[in-house]
């Protein structure tokens, strides 16, 4: 798991955000955690947990198991 896999994956879910007017930026990852900022409609959306949950965070633990969770770091 690298920086740049990580942004590779992230890129594969950013179209589906963007089309809700949204988006999402890689902040960082430490410790098999992976930090996340939800930008555009997606900061304010009462759905943002469950799109970190059920879209970002499982499309990212399918390409790296590794991963223990994904955070929003606002």
């Known amino acids: 798991m690298t920086r740049e ?4 994956a992230i890129k594969t879910i950013r179209p589906a955000l963007q089309a809700d007017g949204g ?3 890689f902040v960082s990852v ?4 992976v930090k996340v900022r ?8 009462p759905h943002a947990g469950m799109t ?3 879209g970002v965070e499982r499309t990212l633990r399918a390409k790296f198991p590794e991963i223990v969770r994904v955070e929003n770091v606002g």
């Open 52 to 54: 970190l949950k059920a």
């Open 38 to 45: 939800l930008t555009g409609a997606c900061s304010g959306c």
């Open 30 to 33: 430490a410790d098999n955690i």
């Open 5 to 8: 896999g990580i942004e590779e």
């Open 23 to 25: 988006d999402i930026e």
